[in-house]
């Protein structure tokens, strides 16, 4: 599966975005998709993931209650909806699929085989 992450620019704090992962290929829905973060001299981090069917997520804590992901497998499309965005939210976000992952290693970067370009998302204070 091929991905492709866009929606990000620049917003005040408190603001909201919108992240979109296009994916092409024919399994879409056979993936489990995450999307990670990583800011200037840090490593990356997960930040959210989604199971197959759409109707189990997790969640980084620190973005807990602010931000929702969801999925559209008719669209193969994965979504990262952003609220209440603060300045530490600051980093490139990249969108991620994995199969046959389990609960212990899904917010492990090294459990995702494919990965998107990367969308820059800027919050200022």
């Known amino acids: 599966v091929q991905l492709q992450a866009s929606g990000g620019g620049l917003v005040q704090a408190g603001g909201s975005l919108r992240l979109s992962c296009a994916a092409s290929g024919r399994t879409f829905n056979s993936y489990t998709l995450g999307w990670f973060r990583q800011s200037p001299g840090k490593e990356r981090e997960f930040v959210a993931a989604i199971r197959r069917s759409g109707g189990v997520t997790y969640y980084e804590d620190s973005v807990k209650g602010r931000f929702t992901i969801s999925r559209d497998n008719a669209k193969m499309t994965l979504y990262l909806r952003m609220d209440s965005l603060k300045p530490e939210d600051t980093a490139v976000y990249y969108c991620?699929?994995?199969?046959?992952?389990?609960?212990?290693?899904?917010?492990?970067?090294?459990?995702?085989?494919?990965w998107g370009q990367g969308t820059q998302v800027t919050v200022s204070s």
């Open positions: 991620a699929a994995a199969q046959g992952v389990i609960i212990a290693t899904l917010r492990s970067q090294s459990s995702y085989k494919y």
